[in-house]
């Protein structure tokens, strides 16, 4: 699926221009350009997470990206290929797909405004899609929202929260080890009436976020649940990544409430303005 | 859910999708042009009006209005789905998901949308809120050829209101305690104020439920008390006896799990029941097995598409 045409704004606030495309080979990917009103001082690309979560966090990326755009900064927003706005089927996502579509809305960015991007953020499972662009660029910044380390432990979420709509009687009640017979059986599963692939969930399989060191980087790790972080911190300092934390005092119940995310909160803004201040002073220094 | 028919798979081939800012100039409100690949496109337009969910109401779980609109989009109907005003890209008030306050002028400016698309004639699906503002921004537009209500409510409840007394009418104390012992759940309690005055008003319904001064007692099989309590809304009424009266064709959707279908029940076995046989030719009520309102299963899903693919094109030809 092919879309044919571009809607652009002026952002009421900033006067950055957003513009909303369809970009790259078919199945085609939706991406969001913020373009500032003023001088461009740097590009940032946004990772999203998958399924519920790109649905949860779609509101807090776009406030980050008008904050970004304020300030000066070009930045490029996207949804991977089968999911989202983006075309494609349940069959086209898969890890490696979305670094590749990554580095495409990566190639977008730079396209369309002229502008290497030098920092990247990752939401949730987009940290290994931001932390594979990261390594590719020295020096640059890489800020990641509650990341996902473990990439097993998405799905054993995902199962979790299948479970609690399931004692809810929305769902149907399954157990862990049949779902998975299923999955390998039929190629698919559901969970909170979310199509998971196999191809999906055998792409995560034993992907560990702290094997993605983004050498000569400077990176801040953004918890959102006092999870810890620290298998990642200790291997990526070691490895020659600037790291830091920041706690996100912002709790989410990722795979479920959709509805419940109030996208005005304070803390969500001050949760956008305290990441966008630390974006742009790395790009400062 | 139970259905046999294989899941709707493949969708969008046929179709492209076009994003677009309207109305102009001001370029408040964002939003979704699906688009069959062949043309000409049909001259009947189809708008998506969905509840409210997460940070787009473009998309729905599973990317369910997204499907919705490719799979009409590739039997050649123009179709629009939108961000409602304060969500998502389109900027404004957030009112959503206030009954009182459907939005019309989103509706109104995407009617313009599609006909600036090519569309004549509108047929407008929704859910929720998005029930609402389907009905009270069609009545009396002669461009509507048919309206599509996916598990309309059709009493007035705000949103806490609506979780509250469903829980304490149709939810068993048994089955109450246990959807309150999840792991989420509590925390909330522990964490969030909003969730302890929920809780307290629910536990409150619920006791004058069962000591009969409130709300029947779930699963009692007791008689509605008096039209104030179980007739429909005059705000759903109302605009369905116009659509009906001006002949425009109108299915409602629910699972026979839904509250909301329960609630239909009891609504049609008064007024709401007198004008919908007065009009049977035009209403169609869908019924289809478990619960499809919040859309939570893959069945779920395909089922309320296929329901609205198979009412448009009835309608839309």
Known sequence: MTAHSTATRHEPGSGALEEIAYFGDEPTMWGSTHVPAGETVGGVVICSSTHAELLKSYHLELLLARELAARGLAVQRFHYRGDGNSSGSDEDLALPAMITGAEEARRRLETRTGVSPVAFVGVRLGSFPASRLAMDVAGSALMLWDPVLDADVFIREAVRGHAIAAMAGDTKREKMADLMERLRAEGTIELIGYQITSRFYDSLAGMNLADLVPTGSRALVVPFDKADMSPLLDVWSAGGVEVATLEGDNKEAWWLDEQASDTRSTKRELLVRRSADWIVGRLGS | ?317
């Not at chain 2, 998506?48 to 109401?57: A, E, V, W, Y």
């Not at chain 2, 209500?149 to 009418?169: C, I, N, S, Y």
């Not at chain 2, 009906?244 to 799990?257: I, N, S, W």
């Open chain 2, 1 to 317: 859910m139970g259905t046999t028919e294989p899941m709707i798979d493949h969708i969008g081939t046929e179709s492209i999708d076009v994003p677009v800012f309207f109305p102009e100039p001001e370029k408040q409100f964002f939003g979704f042009v699906s688009m069959p690949r062949t043309s000409p496109p049909s001259t009947t337009g189809v708008i998506l009006l969905s509840g409210s969910f997460g940070g787009t109401t473009t998309l729905g779980r599973n990317r369910m209005w997204l499907k919705m609109a490719r799979s009409l989009a590739d039997r050649g109907y123009p179709v629009l789905r939108f961000d409602y005003a304060g969500i998502g890209y389109s900027v404004g008030e957030l009112v959503c998901c206030d009954l009182d306050r459907p939005a019309l002028s989103e509706l109104a400016a995407g009617f313009d949308v599609l006909a600036d698309h090519g569309a004549e004639r509108f047929i407008v699906v929704g859910t929720c809120y998005g029930s609402r503002t389907a009905l009270e921004g069609t009545v009396g537009d002669p461009r509507i050829a048919a309206v599509h209500l996916l598990v309309p409510p059709v009493r007035d409840v705000t949103k806490g209101q609506e979780d509250a007394e469903h829980l304490a009418e149709y939810v068993g104390a048994a089955s109450l305690a246990k959807k309150a012992i999840t792991p989420q759940n509590l925390r909330k309690l522990v964490t969030n104020k909003q969730s302890r005055r929920a809780a307290r008003r629910v536990l409150s319904m619920k006791a004058r439920s069962v000591v009969g001064r409130g709300p029947r007692r779930a699963g009692s099989g007791e008689a509605p008390q008096g039209r104030s309590a179980r007739d429909a809304s005059l705000k759903f009424q109302r605009p369905l006896r116009a659509l009906l009266e001006g002949g425009v064709p109108v299915r409602l959707l629910f699972g026979d799990a839904d509250p909301f279908f329960t609630e239909f029940q009891e609504a049609r076995a008064g007024r709401l029941g007198e004008f919908l046989d007065q009009h049977h030719d035009l209403v169609d009520v869908e019924i289809v097995s478990g619960k499809v309102r919040g859309f939570l299963t893959v069945s779920a899903q395909d089922a309320s598409i296929r329901s609205v693919v198979d009412w448009v094109e009835r309608q839309g030809g």
